[in-house]
């Protein structure tokens, strides 16, 4: 899709200009630090052999220069897979050497993407003596993941983050970037990267010092940034019983404006809004306590630029009769969007009304095989308007291969067989992501319905997947999971389909 194009070109040309190169060799010790770093690793068997150890090699690079102890940095991994596993607690590797060693010796569980699992488990051992975290330090949620989910995460995600965890989301596939920006924290551009699996090393650094911003001990600082608000956050220092915190606020160039708030000793973070956007403010937290005395700490946080919607639209779940429409961001301002669409070429058009507490929509009654341009129009309050186009194409009716089957032609290899799809196919793509060993992509002609996949190891799971071709996209896919028997044994293949 064209929308797609455009936002993946987009991200893209942002690493090539604001990215500087991967870094190599030791990095300096970083000190002064505190926090619960924990690492949301996709396990599962839409994940390569090669791809995991990728991810394993870009966990290290990132805290490798952490210090580790009680009273410093702390991490964990958890896996996603069918069930989620702790693979160590926070405090079982206190020196650099054990914990590079132990990210080396994780293995991958295979099995399914259950990331909204995960995440619900995650909740609990963020904050769980057994697990080794501590309750008064800040919560730093790294999840590397291939853009694949069979569960929901949307609510186990938004708990976490209520609680005061700081989300950051590497994608190294093809998520959906509007899931996985209201997943991440805000603003998703500090947040949320989207990076080949190859490419990791070059947002080492960025990610680092992003992590590095909530977890440097004894320090205010300010997360969820946007053009009107931001959350404040600072270490533990006193109690309910012990005293009580005043926060005072003003814009740089106005310190007459100043705002003050009064939070009770059990706070660690305030959220500040109605604020103004593109505006320096300073801040100031002031301990107030008869027990003990703290200095005050200030910092400086800048607010983002006003919001315009839509920035992004996205056309997903193609059918021969409907598509699926969804804008961002959604922003109070907004009483409405109105959309627009029509086949092109043509002069005729059809209007859809959307309130403005939503953003999707399903089109629907729409001609097969044919491209349209859809226009995204948000009504503000204050009666200005603000559009955005894409096209989208619906698919031929039928588009879908059907019984993928596989034969047994020798050691390593298997006959990928398929009964042809409808419509006017102008070939099909085949796609054997392998367990161990690089994935392929083989392309035949639409007279052909099979291909021999060579090179699967003996006792390894690989995805197979095949897609029809058509003028204005590829149709529905159908995949399966082909287990190779280990060498020892009889040769031949067990298959599962998979959703």
């Not at 607690?89 to 991958?108: E, K, V």
């Not at 320090?219 to 608000?229: E, K, N, Q």
């Amino acid at each position: 899709m064209l929308a797609t194009t455009v936002l993946s070109l987009g991200l893209w040309l942002q690493f090539a200009v604001g990215q500087s190169t991967p870094e190599r060799g030791p990095q300096p010790s970083i000190s002064n630090s505190e926090g619960d770093l924990l690492f949301l690793l996709d396990s599962s068997g839409s994940v390569s052999y090669y791809e995991f150890s990728r991810v394993k090699e870009f966990m290290w690079d990132l805290v490798q220069p952490f210090t580790f102890g009680p009273k410093d940095v702390q991490t964990s991994i958890i896996h996603i897979s069918t069930m989620p596993t702790m693979e160590f607690p926070f405090d079982r590797y206190l020196s650099s050497g054990a914990l590079q060693q132990a990210i080396r010796d994780t293995q991958q569980l295979m099995g399914d993407t259950n990331t909204g699992k995960a995440l619900s488990y995650a909740k609990e051992k963020f904050f769980s003596d057994e697990a080794g975290a501590r309750p008064d330090v800040p919560k730093v949620l790294v999840w590397v993941t291939d853009g694949f989910s069979t569960d929901d995460i949307s609510e186990p995600m938004q708990l976490l983050k209520d609680m005061g965890v700081t989300v950051f989301i590497v994608s190294t596939g093809r998520g959906n970037y509007l899931e996985l920006s209201a997943a991440a924290s805000q603003p998703p551009e500090k947040h949320l990267h989207f990076v080949d699996v190859d490419d990791l090393p070059i947002i080492t650094k960025e990610l680092r010092d992003a992590i590095l911003d909530v977890i440097q001990a004894n320090r205010l600082h300010a997360v969820d940034i946007t053009s009107s608000s931001f959350r404040l956050m600072w270490p533990k220092l006193l109690s309910q019983e012990t005293g009580y915190y005043t926060l005072e606020y003003a814009p740089t160039d106005d310190l007459a404006r100043k705002r003050t708030k009064q939070v009770s000793g059990a706070h660690t973070s305030l959220m500040l809004s109605n604020l103004a956007p593109e505006t320096t403010y300073e801040v100031a937290l002031i301990p107030e306590s008869n027990v003990h005395y703290f200095p005050p700490q200030t910092t400086r946080v800048t607010t983002l630029a006003e919001e315009i919607s839509p920035t992004q639209v996205l056309i997903s779940e193609s059918g021969p009769h409907s598509f699926h429409v969804s804008w961002a961001p959604m922003l109070d301002s907004v009483t409405g969007y109105q959309i627009l669409y029509g086949p092109l070429p043509g002069n005729s058009a059809k209007l859809l009304e959307v309130d403005g507490k939503h953003n999707s929509t399903v089109v629907e009654n729409l001609a097969p095989n044919t491209t349209y341009l859809v226009t995204v129009t948000a009504i503000y309050r204050s009666g200005r308007e603000k559009s955005l186009s894409a096209k989208a194409c619906t698919e031929e009716e039928g588009s879908k291969v059907r019984h993928l089957r596989f034969e047994d032609m020798g050691p390593n290899t298997l006959k990928a067989s398929w009964d042809s799809a409808d419509g006017k196919v102008l070939g099909y793509r085949v796609r054997c992501r392998r367990q161990t060993g690089p994935s392929s992509i083989i392309s035949v002609s639409p007279q052909i319905h099979s291909v021999l996949l060579t090179d699967l190891a003996s006792g390894t799971t690989n995805k197979v997947c095949v897609k029809p071709v058509y003028k204005n996209q590829a149709g529905k896919g159908l995949c399966r999971m082909v287990h190779m028997q280990p060498a020892t044994e009889a040769q031949g293949y067990k298959h599962r389909q998979t959703a």
